[in-house]
């Protein structure tokens, strides 16, 4: 992984991508964009962009490309040129991974996906709560948070999400095969492209993610003259 890369979290709904991507994020120093959570969060304020999102989501659909590419210009645009960024939850089809192509400028695309079985996914996510005031996420069949159903961090209430209830779960599924699984196939063409098995508990994934960012960086640092004589 270069300083300056954009890393992308891929894997179906309910893999770990907000879990491992809180880690990633501050163990290796990256700006973190979890786009579900920017749109979350401007529901809570109650901005006509928030309102927008908040009814598809809670359909289990997509948010509009050019929406969601919005976000991400930002923030790509506020990191420093050697800051590396991590997103979560875009792109997510095809149309999207052109968006950020033209939005990444010179950056190097880090791709990590995260494989989990459908079961596996459907257990964590009708176990999972986040904070209605600081967006952390706990799992009520995984690590419960010390307290009941309030936050660790703020103390604040620990709710459901709308789009984790299995109605919404089995469209959500249905979008990610239908939309993110063509992305998923194209990507795995690129040499930046590895992926982990995401049905460990969270912190093998996450070794399993930093080693392998790891000895991508050895990689991508080995002089290429050397490997020809
Ligand atoms: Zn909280």
Redo the contacts with the bound molecule.
């Keep these: 992984m270069k300083n300056d890369s954009i890393i992308v979290l891929l894997g179906p709904p309910g893999a770990g991508k907000g879990t491992q991507g809180e880690k990633l994020a501050e163990v290796l120093n990256l700006i973190p964009l979890s786009t579900g959570q920017v749109l979350r969060e401007e529901a809570r304020k109650g901005s006509a962009l928030g309102k927008e999102a908040q009814e598809i989501m809670e359909r289990g659909d997509l948010v509009p490309d050019a929406l969601v590419a919005e976000i991400v210009r930002q923030r790509i645009e506020t990191a420093g040129p050697s800051q590396a960024v991590l997103l979560d939850g875009f792109p997510r089809n095809l149309p999207q991974a052109d968006l950020l192509e033209q939005l990444k400028g010179a950056r190097p695309l880090c791709l990590v996906n995260i494989q989990v079985d459908e079961d596996v996914v459907l257990k964590r996510l009708t176990g999972r709560r986040y ?1 209605v ?2 967006g ?1 996420i706990y799992n009520f069949n995984l690590s419960t948070p010390k307290q009941g159903d309030v ?1 660790d ?2 103390g ?1 209430q620990l709710v459901q999400r709308e789009d984790d209830r299995e109605a919404v779960f089995q469209t959500r599924f249905r979008v990610y095969r239908e939309e993110t699984v063509p992305l998923i196939e194209a990507y795995s063409q690129k040499s930046t492209f590895f992926a982990v098995n995401g049905n460990q508990p969270p912190q093998a994934v996450f070794e399993e993610i930093s080693s392998q960012l790891e000895e991508m960086d050895r990689e991508v640092n080995i002089p290429a003259v050397e490997l020809e004589q």
């Design positions: 904070c005031d600081c952390r936050c961090a703020c604040a």
